[in-house]
Structure formats: C-alpha cells, structure tokens
T-cell receptor, first 113, second 108 residues
Framework: DSGVTQTPKHLITATGQRVTLRCSPRSGDLSVYWYQQSLDQGLQFLIQ???????AKGNILERFSAQQFPDLHSELNLSSLELGDSALYFCASSDQGAPDTQYFGPGTRLTVL | DAKTTQPNSMESNEEEPVHLPCNHSTISGTDYIHWYRQLPSQGPEYVIHGLTSNVNNRMASLAIAEDRKSSTLILHRATLRDAAVYYCILNSGYALNFGKGTSLLVTP
C-alpha cells in the first residue's frame, strides 16, 4: 500500500460526458502527479501540482483539467469524453525531495462507451 | 529528455538472480537513474534510484557503470511476485518519462 488513494476504482460512461477522478496523496506529500496509461500510448505524464499550484504540464488535452485543493487532494476532470480516452489514470504523490521519488495510487479505470 | 533503452522482455527461473540492463548513453550530469516496476493490474512502484555509486535496498541492487552510460537492476533471488514490467527512467526534473520497459517473466 503506497498511501495514495484514488476513487473511483472503475468508471464507465458514454461519449460526450464529463467525469471527475479523485486522488488523495500520502500524508505530508505536497506534490501530486497525474498519468494516463493506455495500450497504445503507454504511461504518459499529464500534469503536476505542487501545494495547490500547477507546476508542470505534459501531454494533457485541453478537454482535461486538474486542480489541487487546500487539503492537498487533487481532482482530474475529463470532459467531452471520446472512446480514445478509455485508459487507466494514475495519481502519484511525492514530497519533492531530490531526486523526486513518486508513490502511485492503484488507478482509476475509465471506460468510455 | 534523455532516453533509455531496455530489452522488451526477459525470463528468469524462480530463486535465481536477475540482471535487468538499461542503456542511457545520453545521460546528463544531473540525471538520477530511477527504476520503477509495475505488477499486473497495479500502479507503478518505486524500486531504487542512484546517481553515480552502486546502491542497495531491501528490494534490489543498482549497479551503475563508471561512465554512467548504462546501469543494471539486480534482483538477487527472483520470486513469482517479481514478475512485472520494469522501467528504467532518467530523472532530472520531476515528471517521470516512462518508456516501454522490460517485461520480466519468472518461471517456477
């Protein structure tokens, strides 16, 4: 158990819909990362937040957005969903030490029908 | 980002040592070498990291070449539970750039 929790575990929705994925980091970790894992693209970094502020952006679509709240939990919002958005979404947290070791949650499996 | 090259797959017998190689010829001076693994149906899991010197922890050992252009993750006694995809990642910033990794099969 990494100490990172993600909800829900599974999510099934239809094209065009909007969903929110939630992540609670390990106690004391200020940084949260979101990654997407699909069969064809592998594990890809989406976005990072540090203590409520966006720190880095990766291959995140404009239809996707994220935020980190004062209690440090984070939400990833996916809108106008397409079939190709079906994937595993992982959240990771770290204490931003150097080097940065990240601890991953169990993931949310999103299926878009 | 500096790139890493790993074999697509490797096979090992249970209770034998496993040496997982990684080439990173364009590594820069500030890149740490990280290894993560992903067991089936789970999120990635940190294994070990190093900068210049060899490192040991309870999970594995990391041997780093003197010129830092390659490294080897060593599992001293493979178990069935070690069957996973192992990723070698160069990290000089914060976001991890996962490649395809090495899929390790452990046979009884």
């Amino acid at each position: 158990d990494s100490g990172v929790t993600q909800t829900p575990k599974h999510l099934i929705t239809a094209t065009g819909q909007r969903v929110t994925l939630r992540c609670s980091p390990r106690s004391g970790d200020l940084s949260v990362y979101w990654y997407q894992q699909s069969l064809d693209q592998g594990l890809q970094f989406l976005i990072q937040y540090y203590n409520g502020e966006e720190r880095a952006k990766g291959n995140i679509l404009e239809r996707f957005s994220a935020q980190q709240f004062p209690d440090l939990h984070s939400e990833l919002n996916l809108s106008s969903l397409e079939l190709g958005d079906s994937a595993l979404y992982f959240c990771a947290s770290s204490d931003q030490g150097a080097p940065d070791t990240q601890y991953f949650g169990p993931g949310t499996r999103l299926t878009v029908l | 980002d500096a790139k890493t090259t790993q074999p697509n797959s490797m096979e090992s017998n249970e209770e034998e040592p496993v040496h997982l190689p990684c080439n990173h010829s364009t590594i820069s001076g500030t890149d740490y070498i990280h290894w993560y693994r992903q067991l089936p149906s789970q999120g990635p899991e940190y294994v070990i990291h190093g900068l210049t010197s060899n490192v040991n922890n309870r999970m594995a050992s990391l041997a780093i070449a003197e010129d830092r252009k390659s490294s080897t993750l060593i599992l001293h006694r493979a178990t069935l539970r070690d069957a996973a995809v192992y990723y070698c990642i160069l990290n000089s910033g914060y976001a991890l750039n996962f490649g395809k990794g090495t899929s390790l099969l452990v046979t009884p």
